[in-house]
């Protein structure tokens, strides 16, 4: 695999990492509505994933990642859109669809 898809797999990982760190193992909806830092935490680290999409996407738009698309389009709503972020929508993906993407990054990079 391209050296440079490598490295951006890691950069995607690490965010997925933080964004677990962040939030703990309780993942409280109430308590990442309430703490304002943890809320822009985490939209820094899917700002990051999101980026490291779309360069992933230009060497090779035939990776086989499945939510690709969604991902590059959510860093660009959380960059350009920061004043219309829908918490509730940053909470389900970080519920439903990071863990998909953790899988997904863990076999690409194996």
């Known amino acids: ?64 990642i499945s939510s690709k698309k969604q991902i590059i389009s959510m860093r660009n709503r959380v960059i350009h859109g920061y004043d219309k972020i829908d918490d509730e929508i940053v909470w389900g993906t970080i519920v439903r669809h990071l863990p998909v993407l953790q899988k997904e990054i863990e076999r690409l990079m194996h």
């Open 1 to 64: 695999m391209n050296e440079s898809i490598l490295k951006y797999l890691f950069d995607i990982r690490e965010s997925i990492d933080s964004i677990n760190s962040y939030l703990g193992a309780k993942r409280d909806f109430n308590e990442y509505l309430g703490n304002k830092m943890l809320r822009r935490a985490v939209e820094r680290e899917f700002e990051i994933i999101g980026e490291a999409m779309t360069r992933i996407d230009k060497i090779d738009a035939d990776i086989n």
